[in-house]
């Protein structure tokens, strides 16, 4: 006779493999359903429908990044798994674009210029991927670079086979089609945290410059408050005071909170350090005399 946690672990066993059978076919409707929502998208007695795609673009938040091998400007691999560990940004263009693409990319150098004044260069990684694989290879990749006048650190323009663009876009909710005037696509930025997954979405050409420094910074408090000891207390503080300043569009050290503090702390203490100064100072009163 079987016992009965016997007949339990067959039960969980059961149920585990279940499980297992229900994934892939969970898996197949769910690319079906994106399947069928990216058909949506695009159709050419409509054309591109922005909404659609945006839509599409937001249920890619959570969703871990593959790692795929890419190539940088130079023809060598670069896996994306290597960028973990770090806030990471990611741009989709085609480089043979006339206006968008540079456009977005120009603007996104003016903001990752601000970010890396604010939070120190090494804090995260940028990269530019081409997604016309037919003509965005390194050599155009590089080109593309120096047209842009992007030579900042941390920054790298990559580019790969249909296969893994294909995916990565997918992974990413980038939507493109061709179009007479070369790709419709949505213009947009993918803040990717240092777990590999996308935790943002940025959209336009010239987006204001908080809607992407502020979630970054936030991701970068979360690498550099980990480390150990006063690295870990000085780089909260130090992000702490890291205040945006939308006249001027730059990061600035605001230290007033913590001199206020300062400054409140000590009048406490020296308040208290009278007070106690003057009671010991004051004469007690005489106790009265005993009964004779």
């Known amino acids: 006779m079987t016992s009965a946690p016997s007949r339990a672990q067959d039960h969980a ?14 898996k197949h409707v769910a690319a ?13 007695a409509r054309g591109f429908d922005e909404t659609a795609a945006m839509k599409i673009s937001q249920g890619a938040i959570g969703r871990a990044l593959g790692d795929y091998v890419l190539r940088d400007r130079a023809g060598r691999d670069v896996r994306l798994a290597d960028y973990r560990g770090k806030p990471l940004i990611v741009s989709m263009v085609y480089t ?30 940028v990269i530019t991927i081409g997604f016309d694989t037919a003509r965005d290879n390194p050599p155009a990749m590089a080109h593309f670079a120096r047209a842009q006048g992007v030579d900042l650190p941390g920054w790298e323009f990559l580019s790969a ?3 893994t663009i294909e995916r990565l876009s997918r992974d990413l909710g980038f939507l493109y089609f061709p179009s007479p005037k070369g790709f ?36 970068v408090n979360g ?35 913590f001199v206020g503090l300062f400054v409140s702390v000590a009048f406490i203490i020296l308040m208290t350090t009278i007070i106690i100064r003057e009671a010991r100072r004051s004469p007690r009163p005489r106790g009265r005399a005993g009964r004779q």
Do not use: W
Not at 111 to 118: D, L, T
């Open 13 to 26: 066993a059961n149920a585990q493999s279940g499980k297992e059978r229900a994934a892939p076919a969970q």
């Open 184 to 219: 419709d696509h949505l213009t947009q930025a993918s803040l990717v945290d240092p777990q590999g997954k996308v935790y943002l979405q940025i959209y336009g050409e010239d987006f204001k410059l908080p809607l992407l420094t502020e979630p970054l910074k936030g991701l």
């Open 223 to 257: 690498v550099q408050s980990s480390y150990p000891g006063l690295e870990g207390l000085s780089n909260r503080i130090r992000l702490f005071c890291t205040v945006y300043d939308p006249a001027n569009e730059r990061y600035m050290k605001d230290y007033s909170f």
């Open 96 to 125: 043979s674009c006339s206006h968008v693409c540079p456009v977005t990319t120009q603007h996104l150098k003016k903001v990752v210029k601000v970010a890396q004044e604010a939070l120190e260069a090494d804090s995260f990684n």
């Open 161 to 163: 086979d249909a296969a």
């Open 32 to 44: 079906r359903t994106e399947d069928q929502a990216r058909r949506q998208v695009y159709n050419p």
